[in-house]
Structure formats: structure tokens, C-alpha cells
């Protein structure tokens, strides 16, 4: 296929093919050359191969072919005169600065100088002495801005050192005792829930057998305040393990599984996996048979969980603060002269166990939120502390491995970074979901470009979760970003099994999240999610491509060598 | 503007461009042709192996004449709602019966296939599952043979496995709930109906949507002359999760 002017000017240094049959005489234009984007595959498949002294597109344009040449012949001095030895690089020449006087009288006295800049890069100097209050643009500001706190969360942390069940819920000397009778009455939460167990598993008695894990989740509560300020109260050392299966034994929303021993099938220490000293609280939930597929199914599991962390809540929301052993405070801020950005965390809105619940009543719970399907899977803006206040309820079960949990959300390592850092100002957490329906998909993609728009940010980190379909949202999503002329990174787990399927010119800044050596969905619950390590790539790649320093193109294949190599550029 | 940047850094990802054209041209009309169904949406006989659902490169055979009550779905990449009620709706047997008895095909191909799409692994379905679907459908003389993926990365397999058996003389087609997939992927062609995925051959139990949609796509079989060509279909259903 041939290429328009504009391609073959974004491609000048790549080698000139021809993309058909051409006689002798020919005068090479861009409709005479193949498209270079496709000359790997090409290579791959053996149809193309360079020699040494192959000339770019650049070098070409013009040049006389003197003698017929097939398609997918690479064109060299032999086959063509009066091709460029030295093309001129076409962004260079573009740098060029002038001015002209405008068409003003210039003996008139206007005690003005006036003249037209088309275009200029770098500064001015002018001479001291010059009246600054007089000049047409903004010197610097006479006084500092400042940045503003927006609101200010506190978590109080209550370490746990002991679980076990007993007659009545209890929350004393860091010791946690769950009434026996709750999982019977969380029955009530849905009839379609059937059956519910809950066990205390020690951070040294973790080679035990459990269902697929379908959640992990954080036990916090409000104290004073909503959702992102106020006060939270939060358990330490201590995490909820969701686990499910339907009457015949079939497990509840998997697509990959980590069904096995616990202490093999989770990656300990992941922001949302249970850590090393843990002691977790598996609740194992029986849904109505066939059901474990469908949005119902999932959904009443969740909400049994639920019920029984509400009554931890409610013990926990009266323990005094002088008994917490730490405290942190998270603050939104409105940063001045920094430039805004916002962080897009893609989440699953197919429907079947692919949804999120935002903004539960309480920190990581259910009652009182929305789920994004519900929603439409239209973009929902969070403040940064919303997100870490438990403002993501994740339903979502997709690869084990890729799955981003409720735990991860409250943990979330980019949403940390960014909204800690000093350079730049994040404006929110922007959630969209990824819908079923491909029309949707464009539908909520365009809506988040223009939200992008809108908010006038000047650069975005969009991430997504999982592998597959919603990678064209993904996709889409950056490119209504970037087409904007807003500068855009992409994280994702993608390496050998979540091959990229869909593609744009806007996807040039990608950080890769996968963690597995053979680059695939391992069945290792949190295995290739976001870490500390990924979110620093990431921030760093966009801060580089807002300052406008090129990103290198990425290796055709997946290696870990290339993440290896940005990671030790990191500052 | 001050910001920590750094020179040399590399994008991590590839992105991918779509593969090579592959084409088979139709040479007779649809009353004389045999047509096959092949699905990456994971149906199988109820007494066939389940697929593993987090990667599965194998197929099952699917007899022709298997009343579509002794057939089920294991697939986790999609909502299985509807698939549950109508099996049709990712795997329309009963309208491609139908279909032989009106006369608007030759006949359906006495065996047709199932294979779990989810979570492939590429080079196996490239290089061992689409190959082998490939030649046994040569081996039957199937002059056709439609396709329809599940979710994402089924539709990519659907694709893959696609590719191979065009590339063995059979016209083939996908119908596509999620057709930027299988453009890029390399369909060598495409019908779009708006459907969801999960019940890519239209709404569960109605039969007219199914019929129509079937018959549409047999029709662009005929009528696309081109590698890559696309039709979106006139037929909407969204599903009520």
C-alpha cells in the first residue's frame, strides 16, 4: 500500500521501498513507497530484506528510478540518480526564528517598539532599566503561590496481633474476636447466597487450601467526616480473603485461577495482597449453582463479606485514639504553577464478575456505593484521597495476576506518588470502565477526552488492569487523550500473553507491569500489578515527555532487559 | 516549568500493526456450499473435558447433528448469562440447520469446533490449533466456515485460527462483537452486529435476530471481494446484566 506526503515525512529516516511495480523513469514520490511501519512483519516473514546501503525515504523523494523494480524492493544507488546524499532534517529547518517590523509608521511616536514573533523558543533578555510594569507579557510573579491544602484525611492505624472467634465481636489489647454466629446471619445480605465459612489463618500456618481468591480487603471505618477526610480508623496486620465457589463446587468468577495453597498462590507484599506478617480472615462464600458467572452471583458474595466487616467496623469505630499506634495524614492539594495532571485507572465494566463498586459509605465496603456498570462505565472523577480512603470496592475478577483488588486501591502506589509529588499538580483520579458493548467502548472513551479537555490538564498516566478486550479501550482512551495534545504514558501488563491487539500513535510512553519470566498471567494473585517501582517509571516517563525529551521506541517483542534499563535511569 | 526528567529512557510496550492479507475467494454460490461453525467462546458437548479457563489451546470436535441441549459453555472471559439460556447465541447450530433445510446453504459441515479463546497462548493456536481445525475442515470440503469469538482475547484467537483456515482455500468470516480486534488481528473478513460480547450471534432465543445475522454474514462471504473488509450489521441488542 502506498503512503501520503505526511507519512513519509514522519518516516524520512526509515528506508525507502517500493510498495508496487515501477518503471524506469519514475520520479519517486511518498505513492511509489510502502508504508515502514510494516516492515518488521515483512522481515519477519521473510518478504523483505535491507541491504547495508538501502537509502531513507528522506534521501529518495525526487530521485529517478533508472530501471523497473518489483514491489518490496528497497531502493539503493544502484537503482536510482539524484537522491540526496545529506537530506535536510525537516525539524531543524523548522526551528528557524524570525520576526518582521510590523506595518506601522515607524517614525510615528507611539514610545512603543512593536514587531511580529511567529514563532519563538528560549528567552528574551532585556536591559535593566526598562519600566517592568510596562512590558506586554508577565515577568516574574512579584509574589509566591501558594499551594492550597483541599482537605486533609487522618488514618489511625490499630495494630492486631490476635484473631479468633468467640460469643461477641470484640476489639481489645490488639486482640480481634468475631462473633461464630455472623456468618450465618450474613446469609441475610442475599438469597442467592447459600452458604458462608470464615477461618483465621496465621502468617505460619499459610500452606493451606483455599478456594480461587475473589478479593482482598482492607477492614477500615469512618470515624468523623466522609469518604477522603476526617478520620479513618484501620486495622494493621490483619486482611479479609474473599474465596468463593457455587453449590457444584465450581469456582465463582474465574478467568485464570489461584486456586491452591495460599502460601503458593499469593505474591505476598504486592500493594494489594495480603503481606508477609498478616494474619488473614478468610471468608469462604457457597453462591446458588450457575450463578458464579453472572453479575449476581459475584455480587451477593461480596455483600455477604461485607456484612460480617461491618460488625468489625462498628467495634473499631469506638476504640479511643490514644489506643492507635500510628497515624497518617494524607492531604489533596490544589498546586499552583505546577502543571496539572490526572492519573485514568481503567477498571472492568464487562458485566459477570468485571465491576467495581465506587464509593461505598465505608473505607473498601459495599453498602452505599454504585457500580461503574450501572454507571454506564462513564469516567467518575475521585479525589486522590477518595481513592485511599477505600473508594474502590473491587467486584473485578479477571487474571489473578492482573487483578487489581480492593487492598491494591487503598494502596494504590501511583495514586501515592503522584499525588505526593512536588512538581506537579494532581487535579483527580479519574475511574472509567471498560464496557461489553464495542460502541460503549468509544462512547465513555470519547467522554474521558473531553473531561481531559476540560479539566486542562497537561499531561495523564492511564493504567488499566487485566489483559484482552479492554485493551482497545485502553487504547482508545489514550488516543482521546494524546490526540488533545496532552502528553500520555500507558501502563499495562502486556509481555508475551497480553500482546497488545490494538494500537495508535499516542502509545509511544508504555510502562510494562509484568513480573512474570515468561511474560504470562501466572495464577499468582497480584503478581503483575502496580508497584512502587512501576509508578516511579511511569511518573518519570510522562514528567520526561511533558519536558519534551523523546522517549526511544519500543523493542518489536517484549523484554525485560528494556524495564531493567529504565529502571536504572530512574533518578 | 521544573521537572525531573531523564534522557534515554524506552517505551516498554510494543504496539502492535496488523498482519499480512491471507484470502480464499468464494467460486460457487451459497445453496451449493458446505458451511462449518467454529466458536473461541469455549462450547463443547457436555460429556467433552472442560477448557482449563485460564489458558487453553486445545479444540473439541463437535458433531454436526449434537442437539443443542447436549452442549455448554466453560469460559470465564465473557458473562455467561446468555450462553445459558441459548447456546445459539454464541453458536447458532439450530439456525444453521435451519438454514440447510431452507436451502439457503448446501449443507453443514458434519463437523464443527469449539475451543477456549481466553488467555491463548499465540504461537500455540498460530502454529498447532489453527493449522490442525484447518485441515480437517479441508478434509470434510468445507467451502465456508463462519467464526465468532467471546470476549477480547478469544476474538484474537478466533482470528488467528481464522487466518489459518482461509489460508488452507476455505472462505472464511467473523462475526464480530469487537471488530478493531479483529481488524488489527487480520480478519480477512468481518460482520458487525451490536451485540455484546458473550452473545455474539445475537440476543438468546431470538431466532430471527440469529437467522438474520447468520444470513447476513453468509451473504458477505459472497459479496466482499477484498482482504480486511468490514460490514456492520443492522442488528442491536444490548444485554441486561
Avoid at chain 1, 488473614?280 to 458474595?301: H, K, L, S, W
Avoid at chain 1, 472523577?381 to 473485578?396: C, K, Q, Y
Wanted: net charge negative; glycine share 8%.
Amino acid at each position: 500500500m502506498s503512503i501520503t506526503f505526511e507519512t513519509a515525512k514522519q518516516h524520512q529516516n526509515d528506508p525507502a521501498v517500493l510498495c508496487c511495480l515501477r518503471t524506469k523513469g519514475t520520479v519517486i514520490s511518498a505513492s511509489d513507497l510502502e508504508d515502514p511501519s510494516i516492515f518488521p512483519d515483512l522481515e519477519e516473514s521473510g518478504l523483505l530484506t535491507f541491504p547495508e546501503h538501502a537509502l531513507t525515504i528522506g534521501q529518495v523523494l525526487g530521485a529517478t528510478l533508472e530501471q523497473d523494480a518489483d514491489s518490496m524492493t528497497p531502493l539503493t544507488p544502484e537503482l536510482v540518480s539524484h537522491f540526496l546524499e545529506n537530506p535536510k532534517n525537516e525539524s531543524e529547518s523548522q526551528k528557524i526564528t524570525t520576526s518582521t517590523f510590523t506595518d506601522e509608521d515607524p517614525t510615528r511616536e507611539t514610545q512603543v517598539i512593536r514587531f511580529n514573533i511567529d514563532k519563538l523558543v528560549g528567552q528574551i533578555e532585556l536591559p535593566t532599566g526598562l519600566n517592568v510594569n510596562a512590558l506586554p507579557f508577565a515577568t516574574a510573579p512579584s509574589k509566591k503561590a501558594e499551594d492550597k491544602v483541599i482537605r486533609t484525611l487522618t488514618q489511625r492505624a490499630y495494630p492486631v496481633e490476635q484473631v479468633c472467634v468467640g460469643e461477641e465481636t470484640t476489639f481489645k489489647d490488639k486482640v480481634l474476636t468475631i462473633r461464630e454466629a455472623l456468618c450465618k446471619e450474613s446469609l441475610k445480605a442475599d438469597p442467592l447466597v447459600k452458604n458462608v465459612e470464615l477461618d483465621i489463618i496465621r502468617p505460619e500456618d499459610r500452606h493451606v487450601y483455599s478456594n480461587t481468591i475473589m478479593d482482598v480487603i482492607p477492614i477500615g471505618t469512618k470515624v468523623e467526616g466522609i469518604l477522603g477526610e476526617g478520620i479513618t480508623n484501620v486495622m494493621n496486620g490483619v486482611v479479609v480473603v474473599l474465596t468463593g465457589v457455587d453449590e457444584k463446587g465450581i469456582q465463582v468468577h474465574e478467568f485464570g485461577s489461584c486456586e491452591g495453597y495460599l502460601d503458593e498462590k499469593i505474591r505476598f507484599g504486592r500493594p494489594g495482597s495480603p503481606d508477609l506478617e498478616d494474619i488473614m480472615i478468610r471468608v469462604n462464600v457457597t453462591v446458588q449453582e450457575n450463578t458464579g458467572m453472572e453479575r449476581r452471583g459475584p455480587y451477593a458474595a461480596h455483600k455477604a463479606c461485607d456484612y460480617i466487616i461491618q460488625e468489625i467496623r462498628d467495634v473499631l469505630k469506638e476504640v479511643s485514639a490514644d489506643a492507635s499506634a500510628d497515624q497518617k495524614i494524607f492531604r489533596d492539594w490544589k498546586k499552583s504553577g505546577k502543571p496539572r495532571v490526572i492519573l485514568v485507572k481503567e477498571i472492568m465494566g464487562q458485566g459477570a464478575m468485571h465491576d467495581n463498586v465506587l464509593l461505598p459509605n465505608e473505607p473498601a465496603g459495599v453498602i452505599g456505593g454504585r457500580r461503574n456498570v450501572d454507571l454506564g462505565n462513564v469516567p467518575v472523577v475521585l479525589s486522590p484521597n477518595e481513592v485511599r480512603d477505600g473508594g474502590i470496592h473491587a467486584l473485578t475478577c479477571i487474571g489473578p495476576a492482573t487483578k487489581e483488588v480492593t487492598r491494591h486501591y487503598f494502596r494504590e502506589p501511583l495514586v501515592n506518588l503522584m499525588a505526593e509529588d512536588d512538581e506537579i499538580d494532581l487535579a483527580g483520579v479519574v475511574f472509567i470502565g471498560s464496557p461489553q458493548v464495542n460502541d460503549e467502548k468509544s462512547y465513555v472513551s470519547a467522554r474521558l477526552g473531553a473531561l481531559a479537555e476540560a479539566l486542562d490538564v497537561e499531561g495523564a498516566i492511564v493504567t488499566t488492569e487485566g489483559f484482552g478486550n479492554n485493551h482497545i479501550d485502553f487504547a482508545e482512551n489514550i488516543e482521546q487523550i494524546g490526540r488533545r495534545g496532552i502528553h500520555v504514558v500507558g501502563v499495562s501488563f502486556c509481555a508475551y500473553q497480553g500482546q497488545l491487539v490494538v494500537g495508535n500513535k499516542y502509545m509511544d510512553a508504555m510502562v510494562e507491569l509484568n513480573k512474570d519470566p515468561e511474560g504470562f498471567e501466572n495464577e499468582i494473585l497480584a503478581d503483575s500489578t502496580i508497584c512502587p517501582s512501576d509508578a516511579e517509571r511511569a511518573l518519570v516517563m510522562l514528567k520526561t515527555k511533558m519536558a519534551g525529551i523523546p522517549i526511544e521506541s519500543a523493542n518489536r517483542k517484549w523484554s525485560q532487559e528494556v524495564i531493567d534499563a529504565n529502571e536504572q535511569l530512574i533518578p | 516549568m521544573s521537572l525531573t526528567t531523564v534522557r534515554g529512557l524506552k517505551s516498554e510496550i510494543y504496539v502492535p500493526i496488523t498482519p499480512s492479507p491471507v484470502w480464499s475467494s468464494l467460486d460457487k454460490p451459497l445453496s451449493e456450499c458446505t458451511v462449518a461453525f467454529c466458536t473461541a467462546g469455549g462450547v463443547h458437548l457436555k460429556s467433552q473435558k472442560r477448557f482449563i479457563l485460564s489458558g487453553d489451546y486445545s479444540f473439541r470436535e463437535i458433531p454436526s447433528d449434537t442437539p443443542a441441549s447436549e452442549l455448554m459453555v466453560s469460559h470465564g472471559g465473557f458473562d455467561n448469562s446468555d450462553v445459558n439460556k441459548d447456546i445459539n447465541s454464541m453458536f447458532p447450530i439450530d439456525r444453521l440447520h435451519e438454514l440447510e433445510r431452507e436451502g439457503f446453504i448446501g449443507k453443514v459441515a458434519p463437523v464443527l469446533f469449539g475451543f477456549m479463546g481466553g488467555g491463548g497462548n499465540v504461537n500455540k493456536f498460530k502454529e498447532e490449533t489453527g493449522p490442525a481445525i484447518a485441515q480437517i475442515l479441508k478434509r470434510e470440503g468445507v467451502d465456508i466456515a463462519v467464526f465468532t469469538g467471546g470476549c477480547g482475547t478469544c476474538h484474537r484467537s478466533a482470528t488467528i485460527v481464522q487466518r489459518a483456515v482461509e489460508a488452507v482455500g476455505i472462505s472464511t468470516i467473523i462475526i464480530a462483537a469487537l471488530p478493531p480486534i479483529a481488524k488489527q488481528q487480520g480478519a480477512p473478513r468481518i460482520t458487525a452486529p451490536h451485540v455484546p460480547i458473550g452473545s455474539n450471534a445475537g440476543e438468546p432465543n431470538n431466532i430471527a435476530m440469529q437467522t438474520a445475522i447468520l444470513k447476513d454474514t453468509l451473504v458477505q462471504v459472497e459479496e466482499m471481494t477484498t482482504f480486511g473488509q468490514m460490514k456492520t450489521l443492522p442488528y442491536e441488542y444490548r444485554q441486561n446484566v
